[in-house]
């Protein structure tokens, strides 16, 4: 236990933070795909967010047609009252492409719509991923209560220890080593800023609605780096807080494969590379690519270190591996293709509701 402070407020669990937070002016967002509706994780989520009663809770979900009334079945077998946000119906894709907004389906673009509809509502936006077993109560209050303080955007942070062993792979191995390697280089205050989150690549944040309307989401895997980046943008040091959710235990991904662990990494690395060019940064990335491995080598070893010290089991050579895996996505991102902030689009959160609730009646 520790009391540490970083560059941006930092909130500590010291065994009993339960603060009060305004959860009667928060709407809560929840990604959800028709895979994970009915796991036992996601499930947990919804009830104790029922448990929670904050202001709405906002169920952002991509599903085939065919399984949608399965879906909603389920949702309504859950005890908390949920809006149902069908992202990929087909009115909701006719809606966007009216509005030359027609893309891919995919978490970021779901979390977008959902984002615009509870910054709609609420004064206050939490967003929290539905594969979080260890989702508790008081994440809610502890995420919410810098907003009631006057802070505008929140961060979580939490250890990933699960089965004796150190997961959070894309953060520790990616994102934490590519930011001090850029910041050896680079003497700016944006990567001292993405620098002192301990979970740079956590999906659960809160935000005043006003900075909500004003993200510019990623469509993919980058969500949560983008996020930061316009964070720093609109609340700076000065309006940040991130919080202590303790352990938590979430799905994990093979490093290969479709949407593996190498495919976010790409992902991730061009969202934030993306960020860089935002505030005016050059990459040389032959050399970064090195610094990286530097970097991202001798945190290797000492996670290693720090799992003999807890007795953890860890791979160090199948670590190395991953840092040489994900050396790749140290590279010129590709196209931006960044949704826009919902300030700077004359879509309404309310014609994306309608046109969901006419698919849901019909499905």
């Known amino acids: 236990m520790e009391y540490v402070q970083e560059g941006v407020a930092t909130l500590h669990d010291f065994g009993c933070a339960r603060p009060a937070a305004p959860l009667d002016r928060t709407a ?28 709405s809770v906002v169920v952002a979900l991509r599903a085939d047609e065919s399984r949608v009334e399965r879906v909603r079945e389920w949702v309504a077998s859950v005890d908390v009252d949920v809006d149902l946000l069908w992202c990929n119906a087909p009115a909701v894709e006719e809606c966007l492409a009216e509005h030359g907004l027609d893309s ?9 719509l959902a984002l615009g509809v509870a910054a709609a509502r609420a004064e206050f936006v939490l967003a929290h991923d539905a594969d979080a077993t260890t989702f508790d109560a008081a994440d809610v ?6 907003l009631g303080e006057g802070y ?3 961060k979580g942070y939490y250890a990933r220890v699960e089965n004796d062993r150190l997961y959070g792979r894309l953060c520790r191995l990616l994102y934490e080593p590519l930011v001090a390697a850029l910041a050896e280089t680079h003497d700016h205050p944006l990567l001292t800023y993405l620098g002192a989150f301990r979970y740079g690549l956590a999906g659960e944040f809160a935000a005043t609605s006003g900075l909500v309307r004003r993200l510019r989401v990623q469509r993919g895997w980058g969500l ?3 996020t930061l980046g316009d964070a720093f943008a609109a609340a700076g040091f000065e309006g940040t807080a991130q919080v202590d959710l303790g352990i938590h235990e979430h799905d994990h991904r093979a490093v290969g494969g479709p949407a593996g662990l190498s495919e976010m990494a790409t992902d991730v690395a061009g969202a934030l590379f993306r960020v860089l060019a935002d505030a005016g940064l050059t990459v040389d990335y032959d ?14 070893d000492q996670y290693a270190l720090d799992a003999g010290f807890n007795g953890l089991t860890f791979d160090r050579a199948g670590e190395r591996d991953q840092v040489d895996a994900y050396a790749g996505a140290v590279a010129p991102p590709g196209p931006d293709t960044r949704l826009p902030p919902w300030t700077e689009t004359d879509l309404s959160p309310e ?3 309608a046109a969901s609730r006419r698919a849901l009646r019909a499905a």
């Open 28 to 55: 809560v967002v929840v990604p959800l795909t028709d895979r994970d509706h009915a796991s036992l994780a996601a499930e947990h989520v919804l009830s104790t967010l029922g448990e929670v009663d904050p202001g």
């Open 104 to 112: 891919p389906a995919g978490k970021g673009r779901d979390v977008w």
């Open 141 to 146: 209050s502890r995420l919410c209560f810098p």
């Open 152 to 154: 505008s955007f929140v």
């Open 224 to 226: 949560e780096v983008g």
């Open 287 to 300: 050399d970064l690519r090195d610094r990286y491995r530097e970097h991202a080598r001798r945190l290797v």
């Open 351 to 353: 014609s994306v509701v």
